[in-house]
Structure formats: structure tokens, C-alpha cells
């Protein structure tokens, strides 16, 4: 049964802080996003993964091969059959990223108030005096005073690998720059980062499409990430590219704002986009740092209101070595959370880190007790507010069926859907308890063969901040008939309590269809 709490703006007793949760099946209702990597790529650091919280993992272009990917995917595979833990994959594009070319990987040590050139010229070699970048337009797009951020690939900005250079002078394709501080650069790959500039390069590159459209479409990806977004034309010409891709047309496309230009667009970038990544890494070297928490509430606001997933990046860096974030990182998480964010996303700390496992684990830990503190009753409030009236009937009934839920004291909200959109709007409502989605295939034909949708619907939830996804079984006709209904409910229930979150007597709030009408009902389980 589902316990009540107190909310954050109650007067909360000392002592009860202390108190130990209860470890639930579920270990947060916010999801956790993984970045696979050197780190993270065995069966069983992956099978560690999925059972400490993720339900994604993102596979990132801007470093790796097609092949190397492909391995680290075979064994997502085998890790999810092992432990029967649904996962959804992400592709993160390269998109515009400036990069140092480092092609014999030696590192490089700059020593403050010495001067180096950046050059396109791809053929030098990396050194102390000139680093190589993949980019030919710089000489045009900076001017004397400018900063240039170098770091390590998913850098924080406070690492001694990390330097700060200013622009001192442009000769022709070359930048002249001092360097502000004493820095090695060591490891295998650099990005570049100017401030507050427009790089001239496609959202979606050559190489971008090239991955998508072999080792995406091999692989059916559920999401792109798109990297660097920085107008609704970005995502409406990536979506036409992924439309042009047999099944890809399914694939949920996630812009990225890491820049000023995407937080300038955003409004028009959220109609356009299936969800948001709040990219805070580069975003928060390119903000102000004192703007940077104004960009996260206003923006995962609008992801809320609009009900469209919300993903927050570079949130505990510091365990990319470290067993425990510090204080302020953990802190940031909780934040996170109560700000409405869906879902967090790892990169250095399950990519690279020392313990990506533990890092899940603490994080996910985090959330749930941020869960709990959730102002759930003003939130709904402010969401049919700002929905207005007349709602949509769907609407009104997936946020009947939350109200109904806390209501009535329910343990799980279960609802049945195809297309994924009914849950996607309980999730909106932002329900205490779990929503079981139950996925109803359905059949369909591209006028070669048959097959049934569903698989893409239901890892898309894995996404969503409180949805998790069953599948129904195909042999079930997908009409909303009294009976099949009857024993699809029961299949979820039997799932529900197979996996703790249903007990005996407790209350279950079902959202269904009835012949052509969408009812909400509230079921008091026997035994
Ligand atoms: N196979 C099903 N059996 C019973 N109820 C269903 C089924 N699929 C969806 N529903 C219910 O129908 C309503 C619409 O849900 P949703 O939009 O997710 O599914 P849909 O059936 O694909 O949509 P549409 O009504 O546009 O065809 C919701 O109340 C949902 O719970
Ligand atoms: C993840 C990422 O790309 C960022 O935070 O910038
Ligand atoms: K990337
Ligand atoms: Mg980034």
C-alpha cells in the first residue's frame, strides 16, 4: 500500500530524516540514463547497470567506431535477457562538436601564459605549440578576446586536464591563443568549447547519418539524441531523415540544448521534439554560471506543461573517481527531481568512471527520496491549470485516473495503450505510485509482410518518470472487447504482484478502453 509523506514544505521532524527507507522493486520512479563505455561494456558490469536503475543506455557517436558500439550493444543484449530488465537505446550523434585531433594520443602539457595555434590543418601533428581541430570555420566565427575551453570529452571544468585559452590574434585558418592555465592534456579525445559563438556545421553531419542509417537502423534505436540542437528545424529535418528509414520512423527524437541558440529557440525546438536533454555540460559553459539553475527550472517547466520527458545530464562528475558525490552534487540530483526532470543522465561516471554500477545505485537512491518529498498536489494543480478548458477526453481521464489513484490510496495506476499516449499523459499528472503501461500490440503491414508494433512504444516509456512497461502478448486481438480486456488485466496484475508492487488487498486504478469509451475503475484485490 502506498505510504503517505510529508512534502518538503511541512514541518518535517529531524529524526524522521534519519529513517531508513524501505527498498522497494522499483528503485526510483525517475529513470536513469547510462552512458556505455570503456567502463561499462562487459555483460556483467551491464547486468550490474540495469539492476542497479538504468533503463536506458546511450550510445555516443562522438567517440568510438560502428563495430565497437555493435559489441558493447551485443552484450546489452545478454545482460537484459539474463535479468529480464527492459532497456531502451539511445544514439547520440556527433552533430557540430569541435575536437582536437590527436592522432598518436600522446599527452600534451600547456603551460600558462605560453601561446598556442589552433589549426585546421588536420595532417600536423598535436603538440605543446599547435593543436590540429576538426573544424575549418574557427578563423572566421572568433575574435581577439574570446575563450576557448579545452577539456578532456565530457569535461567539468575544473580538471587539471582542462584549459582555458584566450583568442589573441587570427592569421588566415589559424587561431592565435594565450593560454590561461597550466594543464596536461592527456586521454584519447579533446572537445572544444567558444563561448556564445555559431559553428557553421549541420545538426546532423555526414558521418551522423552514416551511423544512423547502418548501425541505427540495425539496431532499431528508440531514441535519437540529438546533439546540439539548435533550431525546430534541426529536429524536423533529423525526423525526416529518420522517416526515410523503414522502422526508424518510430524512433523518438531528444533534442539537446547545449547552447545559447538552442535556449534562444526552445519553445519552438519542444513542439518539434518527442523530449528534452537538458545538456547542462556544454550549456553550462556556455551560460552564465549564475543562469544556469534559472535555464533548468524554466526549461524542464515546459517539458512538465507540455508532458513531453525531461533528461538532465552532468549531475555527480565527481564519481567518475569517486565512491560518494559530494554534497552539493548530491544535493543537485534531489533538485533535479523536484524540479520535474524524468529522467537523469550518466556520461563520464558509467562511461569511463570507476564505479559506474555504484554511481547508478546512489543516484537512483537520490531520487527516490526526492520522489517522496514531491509536491505532487501542487504540481497537478498547476498542470490543469495550465491545460485549461476544455481538456482533450483523454486528458481528462488519464488525470481522473491520478487524482482517482492518490485518492483512493492506489498502489499501481495500470493502463492499457498502443500508441503509448495514454500513459505518456498519466505520467504528465505525475502519479505518487507506479503506472503500469500495458503495451497492446497491434498488427500492421507495410504491404510486404505483417508485424505487430508495440516493442518501440513500450522501451519509449523507459524514458518517462514513473511509467514502466509491460508488453502484451500479441495473440491477444487488439480490440478493446470486455474479455480480452479481462484477461490482459490479469496478466498485469499477476506481473504486478510477481514483482512486489501489487499486495494483496490493495487498490488498483485501470484506465481502459470499454468498447469505444475510455473509463477509469478502481479494483480492490482478494487475495
Ligand atoms: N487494446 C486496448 N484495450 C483496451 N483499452 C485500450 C487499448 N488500447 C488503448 N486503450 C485505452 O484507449 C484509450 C486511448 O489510449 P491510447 O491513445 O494510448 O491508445 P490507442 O488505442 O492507440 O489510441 P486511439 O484511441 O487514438 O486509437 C485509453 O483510455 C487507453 O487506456
Ligand atoms: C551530455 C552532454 O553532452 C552534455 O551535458 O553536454
Ligand atoms: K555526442
Ligand atoms: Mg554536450
Not at 582536437?100 to 599527452?107: D, G, I, P, R, T
Not at 526508424?248 to 521534439?273: P, R, V, Y
Not at 524524468?342 to 537520490?366: H, N, Q, W
Request: hydrophobic share 40%.
Amino acid at each position: 500500500m502506498h505510504v503517505t509523506h510529508l512534502l518538503l514544505e511541512e514541518p518535517i521532524r529531524m529524526a524522521s530524516i534519519l529513517e531508513p527507507s524501505k527498498s522497494s522493486f522499483f528503485p526510483a520512479m525517475t529513470k536513469i540514463v547510462g552512458t556505455l563505455g570503456p567502463k561499462s561494456r562487459s555483460v556483467e558490469v551491464i547486468s550490474g547497470c540495469l539492476k542497479a536503475g538504468m533503463s536506458v543506455a546511450r550510445f555516443d557517436f562522438s567517440w568510438g567506431d560502428i563495430d565497437y558500439h555493435q559489441e558493447t550493444l551485443e552484450n546489452l543484449k545478454t545482460a537484459v535477457k539474463s535479468t529480464k530488465k527492459l532497456c531502451a537505446v539511445m544514439l547520440d550523434t556527433v552533430g557540430p562538436e569541435l575536437q582536437v585531433v590527436n592522432k598518436s594520443e600522446h599527452s600534451i602539457s600547456l603551460e600558462a601564459n605560453a601561446v598556442v595555434v589552433l589549426t585546421p590543418d588536420q595532417d600536423q601533428e598535436a603538440t605543446s605549440k599547435l593543436l590540429p581541430i576538426n573544424y575549418g570555420g574557427l578563423s572566421k566565427a572568433v575574435k581577439k578576446g574570446d575563450t576557448i575551453f579545452i577539456g578532456q570529452y565530457l569535461f567539468t571544468g575544473s580538471e587539471t586536464t582542462s584549459v582555458w585559452l584566450e583568442v589573441d590574434e587570427v592569421k588566415e585558418k589559424d587561431v592565435v591563443c594565450v593560454i590561461k592555465n597550466s594543464a596536461t592534456l592527456a586521454g584519447s579525445l579533446f572537445t572544444l568549447h567558444v563561448s556564445q559563438i555559431h559553428i557553421d556545421l549541420p545538426t546532423l553531419t555526414d558521418k551522423d547519418k552514416e551511423v544512423i542509417s547502418t548501425w541505427g537502423v540495425r539496431n532499431n534505436i528508440d531514441f535519437l539524441s540529438l546533439s546540439y540542437t539548435r533550431h525546430a528545424e534541426d529536429v524536423r529535418h533529423a525526423r525526416e531523415y529518420l522517416s526515410s528509414l523503414g522502422d526508424l520512423n518510430q524512433t523518438q527524437i531528444f533534442a539537446k540544448i547545449e547552447n545559447i541558440e538552442g535556449l534562444t529557440h526552445f519553445d519552438e525546438i519542444l513542439q518539434e521534439a518527442d523530449g528534452i536533454i537538458l545538456s547542462r555540460g556544454n550549456l553550462g559553459i556556455d551560460l552564465p554560471p549564475e543562469k544556469v539553475f534559472l535555464f533548468q527550472k524554466a526549461a524542464v517547466y515546459k517539458c512538465n506543461m507540455a508532458g513531453k520527458p525531461a533528461v538532465v545530464t552532468r549531475v555527480v562528475d565527481s564519481m567518475t573517481d569517486n565512491l560518494r558525490p559530494t554534497r552539493a552534487e548530491a544535493t543537485d540530483v534531489a533538485n533535479a527531481v523536484l524540479d520535474g526532470s524524468d529522467s537523469i543522465l550518466l556520461g563520464a561516471e558509467t562511461l569511463r568512471g570507476l564505479y559506474p554500477v555504484e554511481t547508478i545505485s546512489i543516484v537512483g537512491k537520490i531520487c527516490a527520496e526526492a520522489e517522496k518529498v514531491f509536491n505532487q498536489d501542487l504540481y497537478f494543480k498547476k498542470t490543469v491549470k495550465y491545460v485549461g478548458e476544455p481538456m482533450t477526453h483523454l486528458e481528462s481521464i488519464a488525470s481522473s485516473a491520478v487524482r482517482a489513484a492518490i485518492k483512493v490510496k492506489a498502489s499501481v495506476i495500470i493502463v492499457f495503450t498502443s500508441t503509448g499516449r495514454a500513459a505518456r499523459l498519466i505520467a504528465k499528472y505525475r502519479p505518487t505510485m507506479p503506472v503500469l503501461s500495458v503495451v497492446i500490440p497491434r498488427l500492421k503491414t507495410n504491404q510486404l509482410k505483417w508485424s505487430f508494433t508495440g516493442a518501440f512504444e513500450a522501451r519509449q516509456s523507459l524514458i518517462v518518470r514513473g511509467l514502466f512497461p509491460m508488453l502484451a502478448d500479441p495473440r491477444h486481438p487488439a480490440e478493446s472487447t470486455s474479455a480480452t480486456n479481462e484477461t490482459v488485466l490479469k496478466v498485469a496484475l499477476d506481473h504486478g504482484k510477481a514483482s512486489g508492487v501489487i499486495k494483496s488487498h490493495d487498490r488498483v486504478v485501470v484506465c481502459q478502453k470499454v468498447g469505444d469509451a475510455s473509463v477509469v475503475k478502481i479494483i480492490e484485490l482478494e487475495d
